[in-house]
């Protein structure tokens, strides 16, 4: 079943030299499950076609279906869609410095049910299955890049989202920490069942994952594999 469908999205910006269309009636159809890459050189609207499918932009236009319900961004509500639904990685881990690992992951499930004991208790699993409990009472600045990384991933999980988004998860990353977020992307999808959809340049990567599009001309492509 689809997950999540764009249907013919439009987004562009006006420039001085006129108008600059980054994505021309765009289809894409996510199942459930399926770990979906999506690469293209610099600029050709990856980020942006991400933030449009995670309601943090809006198409000019063009619809976007979840579970074959049609999202409005505009609504009030998508910030609570949004957190109930959807998970978050990006490229820079954006990490609260004045809370500890563990505060970090809770924090969107104490948002969400406004209860901290079970959000604390569900985030020392989370950091027990990431290998990470021993860093629970770290600050971000205590941790290293590859550890900062997998504490935003464990805070993308912990409300347990239909779908997470990243955007260049392994990008500020060096080559063994790399290696391991991949390990453990794969593993979530292949174990949980976690459909995901990765923005980035790795071509390692993208060839593990169960679809490979490239973004050309404001449309998308799928690579053999």
């Not at 954006?94 to 500890?100: G, M, N, V």
């Not at 340049?201 to 060839?207: I, N």
């Amino acid at each position: 079943m689809a997950i999540v469908q764009a249907v013919e999205l439009w987004k562009g910006y006006e420039e001085t030299e006129g108008r600059l269309e980054i994505l021309q009636g765009l289809n894409l159809q996510i199942e459930e499950g399926e770990s979906v890459a999506i690469t293209g050189e610099s600029g050709s609207g990856k980020s942006t076609l991400l933030h449009l499918l995670g309601l943090l932009d809006i198409p000019d236009k063009g619809r976007i279906y979840f579970q074959q319900e049609l999202l409005n961004p505009q609504n009030r509500q998508a910030d609570k869609f949004r957190n109930r639904h959807l998970g978050f990685v990006f490229q820079f881990h954006y990490l609260l410095p004045d809370f500890t690992a563990l505060e970090n992951i809770a924090l969107p499930n104490f948002y969400l049910y406004g209860k901290l004991k079970p959000a604390r208790e569900k985030a020392k699993l989370l950091l027990e299955k990431l290998n990470l409990l021993d860093r629970a009472e770290h600050y971000p600045d205590q941790l290293s890049g590859g550890e900062q990384q997998r504490v935003a991933v464990a805070r993308a999980l912990i409300n347990e989202p239909d779908i997470i988004y990243m955007d260049e998860p392994t990008g500020n990353l060096d080559k063994k920490h790399s290696d391991e977020l991949t390990s453990i992307l794969l593993k979530l999808n292949l174990e949980q069942n976690q459909t995901m959809v990765i923005v980035t340049h790795d071509l390692q990567l993208a060839g593990l994952l169960t679809k490979h599009y490239r973004l050309e001309n404001g449309i998308l492509h799928l690579q053999n594999k």
